[in-house]
């Protein structure tokens, strides 16, 4: 199970990650996972490393079949704190991997999208959440849904567009081309 959980999310795990999510305990994760070659503990963060990508591919290929029951392991840690980062900004994306759609369109409402731009800082963040719900509307035929987020990645994208020319008034105004950036 800790193999499968290492290959079947790309997020970085720590031996207590890994403990809480599988509910065993620290002592034997450390201990399965120092018993495997092709693994290491990074001892700065204790975050667990397979050797390569190569093998990682492997790994996932043949334990392709716990991949489902992983996913409901990670989403469920994630439902246990919803208001915590992790949970804001990473079950968009574990829902869609699940195709758990009627949950995603469920979870992300404007106070969850403008959440998602809160605690990250960033348009992109809130612009591939939005992209999971159209795609979730998508794959549900939901057409209010369709039209809800469709509005909301056109407002992104002028956003992000206004945001360039913001930028870029400031740099010629920053070099003295005044004239220019007016």
């Known amino acids: 199970r800790i193999l499968a ?7 970085p795990h720590t031996i207590s990650d890994v403990g809480k999510t599988l509910g065993i305990s620290f002592e034997t994760v450390q201990e399965k996972v120092t018993a495997v070659t092709f693994t290491t ?8 490393h397979i050797a390569n990508t190569a093998l990682r591919r ?3 290929e043949r334990l392709a079949d716990r991949k489902p029951g992983i996913q409901k392991l990670l989403i469920k840690r994630l439902l246990q704190s919803p208001d915590s980062d992790d949970a804001v900004l ?3 994306q574990y829902l869609e991997e699940a195709a758990q759609f009627q949950d995603l369109l469920t979870l992300l409402t ?6 998602v731009l809160e605690r990250s800082q960033t348009l992109s963040r ?3 959440a939005v992209h999971r719900g159209f795609r979730g509307a998508e794959r549900l035929g939901r057409d209010p ?17 206004s945001n ?3 930028s870029e008034v400031g740099a010629l105004s920053s070099l003295g081309r005044d004239a220019e950036a007016l």
């Open 5 to 11: 959980l290492l290959v079947h999310d790309a997020k």
């Open 41 to 48: 503990i990074d001892p700065a963060n204790a975050q667990i």
């Open 58 to 60: 492997f790994i996932s």
């Open 90 to 92: 990473q079950l968009p």
């Open 110 to 115: 404007p106070d969850h999208i403008l959440q």
């Open 126 to 128: 809130v612009d591939d």
């Open 145 to 161: 849904d369709l039209l809800r987020f469709g509005i909301q990645r056109c407002v992104i994208g002028e956003l992000a567009a």
């Open 164 to 166: 360039v020319w913001e």
